[in-house]
């Protein structure tokens, strides 16, 4: 299997994997370094064999139990879990103290108890401490370690200091830069490195995912085919492509490799979740809702996507007619995000789905007492009566919230714009669709842009529809 890591892939490591696989089929261990063990251990850790990986680190540590690099490893397994002081017994078995790594990890244990500048202190000191030839190697290692817990305006400060160019240098500076955000800098960089490399798969994920964060969405799949091409399991490129067909509305292509992804990694919630919403968008309830169960069962308990998978699942049972089950996920989605206005708003809009207008109204009240009539939240009850095509009470309840918003407020009028189309009230449209892509493109274009040619802008929406009436009129 191919990693796109180059030790990893390369024959050295191979002929270690291979001599230490041999000996655990045969059942009797070979004698090995603990280093290659450690670097066996971080090998299956990333291809997803964790208990691969337990038992490698294990057998180092049955070798060597005071080894800096697995009493490492499993000081920062530890820590992914949340165990600081499980962490820490790790790091005080290590015997020596001065060894690099150690170091590190002494820094590693202050970030992770969010005391930076401490960690800050100690790194710069060690750094005056160590030898001028080992500058270089020092800072990429500390600029990763910043890349690890998202620090990554700390890790450019640090890799500012460095003077080599090297393909591991430009490769952490492109991820540096697409921590900030800066994704044009980061595809820039990446594009130099493909010129040199044009076969690493992981270059060009890279590229992909930079892309797809600058909204370059054709351009990210080209990049993804790229790196599929080299090695076809990439889960990685599978999902950048499917995300960027999913971005493009395109949702049958979309769900065709977010299932493959699923295939190659079947215990990610995410993957299951990813392609629920596409089948919710295919208008396939019931589909989405098997998907959505088994994201459920399979997410861990502090899973991130719970609070999603529950909304999606009370939107699914809704858009099905099974009301009360919509509003026991929607009470679960409370449990797990504990944001009540919003909650209150999606019952609100499951009872309203439902016919239960009573409820509705009544859950919408509370919904906006709640969050004190913030205008955010009453934008999202009037877009629920839009939904659910009660035109003429959303035009009412649009006409009175766009009087009295705040200065500054810029939501809502795509869909004040859209709700005067569908009652072909076309000077209104004209008006509101105007006032929309000056004060938010972005949403003019969401919830607009099925009315225009893919290839027009929002800014051109108003001249579009002026030279087609003019066009008519001509006829």
């Excluded at 041999?22 to 964790?50: P, Q």
């Excluded at 015997?95 to 990890?105: E, S």
């Excluded at 969010?114 to 190697?137: C, Q, V």
């Excluded at 009412?396 to 009652?423: H, I, P, Q, R």
Aim: glycine share 4%; net charge negative.
């Amino acid at each position: 299997m191919l990693t796109g890591d180059r030790y990893f892939d390369s024959k050295d490591f191979k002929d270690i994997l291979m001599s230490y696989e041999k000996s655990v089929m045969s059942g009797h261990r070979i004698f090995m370094d603990v280093d290659d063990l450690t670097d066996i251990a971080d090998y299956y850790n990333m291809i997803g064999e964790k208990d691969k990986a337990d038992e490698a680190i294990d057998y180092a540590l049955d070798i060597s139990p005071n080894a800096t690099l697995p009493l490492v490893y499993k000081a920062r397994e530890a820590l992914a879990n949340g165990d600081h002081e499980k962490a820490e017994e790790f790091a005080e078995r290590i015997g020596d103290k001065d060894d690099p790594d150690c170091k590190y990890l002494t820094a590693e244990l202050l970030i992770a108890r969010k005391k930076t500048e401490e960690a800050e202190n100690y790194l710069k000191g060690y750094y005056n401490e160590i030898d001028y030839e080992e500058h270089e190697d020092f800072i990429l290692d500390v600029a990763n370690l910043y890349v690890d817990y998202g620090l990554n305006d700390k890790a450019f400060e640090w890799m500012c200091k460095g003077k080599r160019k090297s393909a591991e240098y430009k490769e952490l500076m492109a991820r540096v830069f697409f921590g900030m955000e800066r994704y044009e800098e980061s595809e820039k960089v990446f594009n130099e490195l493909i010129d040199k490399d044009p076969y690493s798969k992981r270059y060009w994920t890279a590229l992909a995912s930079a892309q797809f964060m600058s909204e370059k969405y054709n351009d990210a799949i080209t990049s993804s085919e790229y790196a599929i091409a080299i090695d076809p399991d990439d889960a990685e490129a599978i999902l950048v492509k499917a995300n960027s067909l999913y971005k493009m509305e395109n949702y049958e292509d979309a769900l065709t490799f977010y299932k493959r992804y699923c295939e190659r990694i079947p215990l990610d919630e995410m993957g299951e979740l990813n392609v629920a919403t596409c089948l919710i968008n295919m208008d396939m309830f019931g589909e989405a809702i098997k998907h959505l169960e088994k994201a459920k069962e399979i997410a861990p308990q502090n899973s991130a996507y719970l609070n999603s998978i529950y909304r999606e699942l009370a939107f699914s049972y809704s858009a099905i007619k099974m009301s009360d089950k919509a509003l026991e996920y929607l009470e679960k989605a409370e449990e797990a995000n504990g944001d009540v206005a919003d909650i209150m708003v999606l019952k609100g809009h499951v009872l309203l789905e439902n016919e239960r207008y009573q409820e509705a109204e009544k859950m919408f009240r509370m919904a906006m007492d709640n969050a004190n009539k913030d205008p955010r939240i009453v934008l999202r009850i009037i877009v629920s009566f839009y939904d659910n095509k009660h035109l003429d009470m959303a035009y009412s309840m649009f006409k009175s919230l766009l009087t009295n918003v705040y200065e500054g407020f810029n939501e809502g009028y795509s869909y004040m714009a859209l709700c005067c189309w569908d009652l072909k009230l076309v000077d209104e449209f004209m008006k509101y669709m105007n006032i929309a892509v000056q004060k938010n493109p972005k949403e003019a274009k969401k919830v607009l842009g099925h009315l225009f040619p893919k290839n027009i802008e929002p800014e051109e929406y108003y001249n579009y529809i002026i030279n087609n009436i003019n066009k008519k009129k001509e006829i």
